[in-house]
């Protein structure tokens, strides 16, 4: 068995399947990660230089942006330079910063969330308070909080497991997680089990307070079309964005957990990647197209940059 001092780096065996066009893989990727940064930008400069999207509703689009380029960082770089190695090496610190980096942000995404199904809840069904409710105040300290409270909570489950002796130093997969780092230990601690236990709690918590805020809202707007325009505006995207985020994080953890050893190595890989490919992507791209002001402001943000590089190159 592996000592714990002479565990200095991990091995990711996701990679041990054969790529047969790696180069290929490396450009699509490439080009994946590039969109990622293209569309989530996008959305975040034209909310930060726009005044008028300076809403509750567009703070919290414009931080949900901003984490699915901090959750990706955390996985795109390592694999694109794994893509065109030979050996699949990550140091220990290396390992437990791209966990909670990839976990962290997991959990920002449903926090934020959270605050965006609370704020459309206020906003349909009780519009009277709505400005004194979500004030810039207030916004600030939820957006505050949908950050500190995903890195303290990871860094304490982080924590637990760092300080373990581990008998092993290979990770079934092509980037690491908390729950594989913590089944390499020689024993598993008290607060390995409970940790973990209470952060599921704890955001298991969030989706009944959605789910909650939901039901308010589809009983609101049975009463008005006012307020069923306003849900079909607002509300839909946010269901949308909910759906793909809590379908691929409950696909990742159910497979991680009770999936089929039977399939093929690359087929775990594109399994465990949809996580950071789709949700990154598709997110910025329903709210860019189903919220009428946005869209307009990206188009025109979009066509000043056009035009600027135009008569920069004329």
């Known amino acids: 068995m592996d000592n714990v001092s002479v565990i200095s780096m991990f091995t990711l065996s996701g990679f041990s399947g054969t790529f047969s066009h790696r180069v290929t893989l490396f450009l699509l990727t490439l080009l994946c990660y590039c969109v990622i940064w293209l569309v989530n930008?996008?959305?975040?400069?034209?909310?930060?230089?726009?005044?008028?999207?300076?809403?509750?509703?567009?703070?919290?689009?414009?931080?949900?942006?901003i984490n699915g380029l901090y959750g990706t960082a955390g996985f795109?770089?390592?694999?694109?330079h794994?893509?065109?190695?030979?050996?699949?090496?990550?140091?220990v610190p290396g390992c437990f910063l791209q966990g909670f980096m990839i976990h962290s942000s997991a959990c920002a995404d449903l926090f934020l969330l959270t605050l965006m199904a609370y704020d459309r809840y206020v906003a349909i069904c009780r519009p009277l308070v709505?400005?004194?409710?979500?004030?810039?105040?207030?916004?600030?300290?939820?957006?505050?909080?949908?950050?500190?409270?995903?890195?303290?909570?990871?860094?304490?489950?982080?924590?637990t497991t760092v300080t373990s002796r581990f008998c092993g130093s290979h990770i079934p997969k092509i980037y690491c997680i908390n729950f594989l780092i913590s089944k390499l230990a020689c024993s598993a601690s008290i607060?390995?089990?409970?940790?973990?236990?209470?952060?599921?709690?704890?955001?298991?918590?969030?989706a009944v307070f959605i789910i909650w805020t939901y039901f308010f809202l589809v009983r609101s707007c049975?009463?008005?079309?006012?307020n069923r325009h306003k849900f079909m505006q607002t509300c839909l995207p946010h269901l949308f964005t909910l759906i793909i985020v809590v379908v691929s994080l409950m696909f990742d953890l159910l497979y991680m957990r009770f999936g089929s050893q039977e399939f093929s190595e690359n087929?775990?890989?594109?399994?465990?990647?949809?996580?950071?490919v789709i949700p990154p992507v598709i997110n910025p791209l329903i709210y860019g197209f189903r919220l009428t002001q946005l869209r307009?402001?990206?188009?025109?943000?979009?066509?000043?940059?056009?035009?600027?590089?135009?008569?920069?190159?004329?």
């Open 41 to 65: 930008l996008t959305i975040v400069v034209t909310i930060i230089m726009d005044k008028n999207l300076h809403e509750p509703m567009y703070i919290f689009l414009c931080n949900l942006c």
């Open 296 to 314: 307009k402001r990206v188009s025109h943000v979009i066509s000043s940059f056009v035009v600027l590089f135009v008569k920069f190159h004329s």
């Open 222 to 226: 049975q009463s008005s079309k006012e």
């Open 267 to 276: 087929v775990k890989n594109l399994m465990s990647m949809e996580i950071l």
């Open 76 to 80: 795109y770089p390592k694999f694109l």
């Open 130 to 159: 709505y400005h004194s409710v979500m004030n810039t105040k207030r916004v600030g300290v939820y957006v505050f909080f949908a950050w500190i409270t995903p890195f303290y909570f990871i860094f304490i489950s982080s924590v």
């Open 82 to 91: 794994d893509l065109l190695s030979t050996t699949y090496l990550i140091s």
């Open 191 to 206: 607060a390995q089990v409970v940790v973990p236990a209470f952060n599921y709690t704890f955001y298991f918590g969030h």
